[in-house]
């Protein structure tokens, strides 16, 4: 089974910084990596899918980039509704990353 | 507008057995293999169960290998999931998730909650 390391597993961060959330893969996996955010009590949203494909309706302020077995999703500049819980999911053989909780400093 | 609805979900005792729905409008259902995902309370997501367009094939997690059962009836645009022999550990809010061809889950429904408690 494919393992996926998600880091770090909580972040503080203040509106307007740049943050940067890793998954590491333990076998290649091509591109087959997308980025979830999920809000307390809601289904997780889709931000990223091909590892670099920005979802339809998604602020460019996302961005994902890597393939193999890095993968990284960076937000450009915190907005306050981007504080939530990031997840990678691949799907190769579908495993989630522990998950990235961002909070306010 | 795609839409994916979840039913199905409640208290059951351990043991028992509960059958979810999903279902699902805004697009062709049977083009679509679709997932199931569960999130325990306070815990991160884990994938379950996934089946193909026409649902001659299936995949599950080990954790509920041989006690969940997936299946969809595409003239109805429904998913299902009969989980068996339910434990304390499949206490969850279990999801529904579209997966469109080469890429990753997109739409995912509101969820689910089983509790799994005596």
């Known amino acids: 089974d494919i393992q996926m390391t998600q880091s770090p597993s909580s972040l503080s961060a203040s509106v307007g910084d740049r943050v940067t959330i890793t998954c590491r893969a333990s076998q290649g996996i091509r591109n087959d990596l997308g980025w979830y955010q999920q809000k307390p009590g809601k289904a997780p949203k889709r931000l990223i899918y091909a590892a670099s494909s920005l979802q339809s309706g998604v602020p460019s302020r996302f961005s994902g980039s890597g393939s193999g077995t890095e993968f990284t999703l960076t937000i450009s500049s915190l907005q306050p509704e981007d504080f939530a819980t990031y997840y990678c999911l691949q799907h190769n053989s579908y495993t989630f990353g522990q998950g990235t909780k961002l909070e306010i400093k | 507008e795609v839409q994916l609805v979840e039913s199905g979900g409640g208290l059951v005792q351990p043991g028992g057995s509960l059958r979810l729905s999903c279902a699902a409008s805004?697009?062709?259902?049977?083009?679509?293999?679709m997932h199931w995902v569960r999130q325990a309370p306070g815990k991160g997501l884990v994938w379950v169960s996934r089946i193909n367009s026409d649902g001659s094939s299936t995949s599950y997690a080990d954790s509920v290998k041989g006690r969940f059962t997936i299946s969809r009836d595409n003239a109805k645009n429904t998913l299902y999931l009969q989980m068996n022999s339910l434990r304390a550990e499949d206490t969850a809010v279990y999801y529904c998730a579209r997966l469109p061809s080469g890429s990753s889950l997109d739409y995912w429904g509101q969820g689910t909650l089983v509790t799994v408690s005596s």
């Open positions: 805004g697009f062709t259902f049977s083009s679509y293999w």
